[in-house]
């Protein structure tokens, strides 16, 4: 990643107001919030240019799709999907600003085909396996960064998707999260 890379995420952190995402109204913090420098940390991998339509896998409290809405200016899109339906209400009011965000409320196993193909796919939901769509609706050369659970210890993956629909690992970080699942899972009530 360049400077100029750099300097535009670390933008895109100072514009976002985090606790406007990860707070509730009565000052508590959204549980489906990742730890900033997690989110900081996937989004470099990510490498999101202007321009770059992506595809998130779990919208949770909004904050890394405002995020992927500045890096990838007007010009790119984010389509992001979340199985919360409560949580997607509160998140869709908070992300109106950003003409370039779609939302879905569905099951992410299946992407998001109406928009697909995508230049960038990005998980915040772990699985054992990449999901046949995630990698079918990226275009080639595209990057998808995905948590894997199982093996060894949890891991976060970045992958190129070649032509020939192959992902060549292409390096990856420490994490874990939540897994992915067809209706919402709230293992902290």
């Avoid at 998140?91 to 600003?97: G, V």
């Amino acid at each position: 990643m360049t400077k100029r890379e750099v300097d535009r995420l670390s933008k895109a952190l100072e514009v976002v107001d985090r606790d406007a995402f990860c707070v509730d109204d009565r000052g508590d913090r959204i549980p489906q919030t990742s730890a900033e420098h997690i989110v900081a940390d996937m989004l470099r991998l990510v490498d999101a240019q202007p321009g770059n339509h992506v595809l998130e896998i779990g919208t949770g409290s909004g904050y890394s799709t405002a995020l992927l809405a500045e890096l990838v200016e007007i010009d790119g899109s984010v389509c992001s999907v979340d199985v919360d339906p409560e949580l997607a209400d509160r998140t869709s009011r908070l992300l109106a600003p950003y003409s370039h965000v779609h939302l879905l409320t569905a099951d992410g196993s299946g992407g998001w085909l109406q928009y697909a193909p995508y230049d960038r796919v990005v998980a915040w939901c772990s699985v054992t396996h990449i999901p046949e769509a995630w990698s079918r609706q990226t275009r080639p050369d595209g990057i998808l960064v995905i948590p894997l659970r199982g093996g060894a210890r949890p891991r976060i993956v970045r992958y190129i998707r070649h032509a020939d629909g192959h992902l060549e690992h292409d390096g990856e970080i420490e994490g874990a999260f939540i897994p992915l699942t067809a209706s919402p899972f709230h293992p902290w009530e």
